[in-house]
Structure formats: C-alpha cells, structure tokens
C-alpha cells in the first residue's frame, strides 16, 4: 500500500472542498466614521462626584396591589367626576365590594410642599392613618399625607410611598 491509499482516514465525499456551499463573500472595508477625542474633565483631589439624586415619585398602592403614580390632582371614588374647584383632576375609579368609598369620595393634590387629602363630602370619611395615629380629614379641609402613611376612605386602604 501507498501513501496515497487507505490510511485509515475518510475523506470527504468529491466535489464538497470545491463546491462553495459553506462560503461566505468577502468583507469589503467600509470606511470608519471618525469618534470625537475623548475629553477628560479632572475632578478635584479628595472630592468625591455625587450624582444627582433621582426625584421620587408619590405612588398609591391600591388594595389589590395596584400602583397609581400622583402627578396634579387626582379625584378617587367609584365613579369620580373632577369638582368644579380642581377641573384638571384625574379621575381614579376603584373597585369598593363593601359600598364604603363614595362616588366622588376624595381627593389627593400633590404640591410643591407635599401630598395632601381632601374630603369631597364623602358619606364614610377620610382618615390619614399614621402607625397607630389617625387623623379624620373634615370636609372642605385638606390634611398632610407623609410617606408611609395609609389613606382610609371608609373601609377602603390606600398606601402612600415614594418611589
């Protein structure tokens, strides 16, 4: 036996090195597109570079875990209409199974100095829960709401956070 005979090795099938079925066209250069230097701003020795603290956002986390970010105003009940004192506010319908929360129960105003509660006449009331403290939210009056805090429109519980 040769070299050029069985060796022990199989050998692919004629044809296949030559027949182009596995390539691929070459790659023609692009040009590159030219990157702006890159610039070094030294910071102070010693000082460290806070970064902006992300703002948090009011959040309502409704009883069947629901969230609803607090921008403006916003008008809860279980069929709410905007009064005619906040005509931009934005209606929150929820779902009471216990008839507890009114039509147009309350409302939540987000200001620059914090959130706050109003009692729109509601037949059960408002209450602002703190730990053990609660606080009834008389009509016409607005009361501070602070994080953590639960809102209790009869029977219905709204938890306030910042997120």
């Known amino acids: 036996m040769g070299d050029d005979e069985d060796d022990g090795f199989i050998g692919l099938p004629p044809g296949m090195v030559d027949s182009g079925t596995f390539r691929t066209p070459a790659r023609t250069e692009r040009p590159r597109a030219e990157k702006p230097d890159v610039v070094f701003v030294p910071t102070v020795p010693g000082m460290p570079v ?79 829960v703190v730990g053990e403290d609660a606080t009834d939210v008389a009509p016409g009056r607005r009361a501070g709401v602070p994080v953590g805090a639960s809102i209790e429109l009869g029977d219905y519980v709204i938890r306030v956070d910042r997120r």
């Open 50 to 128: 806070e970064a902006p603290a992300a703002e948090q956002q009011w959040v309502l986390t409704l009883p069947d875990g629901s969230a609803e970010t607090v921008t403006g105003a916003v008008v809860i009940g279980r069929n709410p209409e905007a009064p005619t004192h906040w005509p931009n506010a934005r209606p929150l319908a929820v779902a009471d199974t216990t008839k507890s929360v009114s039509k147009t129960h309350a409302l939540i105003e987000l200001d620059g100095s914090g959130l706050w509660v109003h009692d729109l006449d509601s037949t059960n009331g408002v209450w602002v």
